[in-house]
């Protein structure tokens, strides 16, 4: 059956999951790669990317398990890109260069239309400019039973949750601090929305939480 | 050499070490003992309770170990009780009953002066209104070469922690949502302060992450 879920959301222990400042240098903000340090080592991550090796283990299962199911993807405006308010021109597609990691349609939520892109690899950039029930819906349709996968950025994750529209966000923590940046959690009674975790399970770099709404 | 630690505090997934609401009837405030739900199963707290059987493993390693070099205790005003305000009457004298678990003088911040209090075995409560940074000279002086212990609650710690103070805390991280309470680090830019987290490792019941002052 087809899920809305968020997966391998890195997080620090002081509860960031972006760094502060994001930039074309920065994609995860100031600091923010210290939220993904549990993925970089693993075979997934540097099989994407024409490497040999990486490790091989519990970190690496959940990042490999995390690709499988996906029939669609939404992304926040600043998970798709630095550039803020109206579109300057077409030139900007995205942080992953002509081949994205996604395969599938990805809905961006924006508040600036713009046309459809088609990337190499199967990965179609659609915008959606009215909002987060309306991409939800555009992307169940084309994910059939397979699941529709919610990127981020934080503040996009938020929405969802306070909607209560997603129904499994896996959070990897980390033992790192940012100091500032984008919170995931903070401010949100999950409890009141539903939401428990369900499993913890210890990785090499990170814990993994696994956050499902109640039955 | 004497340190300054906290250890053992629980803290939710959503950031909280300490529940809403403390009452008599919940000195750790609403759900705040999903906090402890680690601590309750270990040998070190059936032992305490005079108990018998307890799990021995991880969770109840770190327990255990933290009782060990306590030469002084320091603690908030609503650890020690659900009393606000001025002391009415000589009556309360903590949640612990005669025999309080910590055997040594335990410093209690307060706006308000009281006489100190000689409980059974060995605890004595003084009463501190000068602030932190007196009290823990005065716990120092007492604890000789064992460690200083900052006990909480979860803004007692803040309170030292934003003041450098504290060497290592050890965060017992529960995979539990409270949605609303005290938070233990939101708001404070640990990094700023010059901490990192040391080590990170998972138990039965909760991950401990050990913050420690950089060199």
């Known amino acids: ?15 960031f999951s972006a760094g502060a400042d994001q930039s074309m240098d920065e994609p995860l903000g100031l600091l923010g790669k210290d939220l993904m340090g549990w993925f970089f080592p693993t075979k997934t991550f540097v099989d994407m990317h024409g490497g040999e090796g990486g490790e091989i283990g519990v970190d690496d299962g959940f990042a490999a398990a995390s690709f499988g199911r996906n029939g669609a993807w939404i992304l926040g405006r600043n998970m798709f890109g630095p550039v803020r308010g109206p579109w300057p021109d077409e030139e900007w597609k995205g942080w992953w260069g002509e081949e994205p990691p996604y395969h599938v349609p990805a809905f961006v939520l924006t508040h600036y239309a713009r046309e459809p892109i088609d ?19 555009k992307a169940k349709a084309v994910a059939g039973d397979r699941d529709v996968r919610i990127g981020g950025g934080p503040a996009t994750i938020r929405q969802f949750l306070s909607a209560g529209l997603i129904d499994e966000l896996h959070v990897a923590l980390r033992p790192v601090f940012l100091g500032k940046g984008e919170p995931l959690l903070a401010g949100l009674d999950l409890r009141e929305l539903g939401y428990h975790v369900d499993k913890m399970i210890p990785g090499e770099r990170a814990v993994h939480m696994f956050i499902r709404k109640n039955d």
Chains 1, 2 share one sequence.
Request: glycine letters at 14%.
């Open 119 to 137: 990337m190499k690899g199967g990965t179609t950039f659609h915008f959606v400019t009215d909002g987060i029930h309306s991409a939800l819906e």
């Open 1 to 15: 059956m087809s899920k809305v879920v968020a997966q391998c959301i890195g997080m620090s222990l002081d509860g």
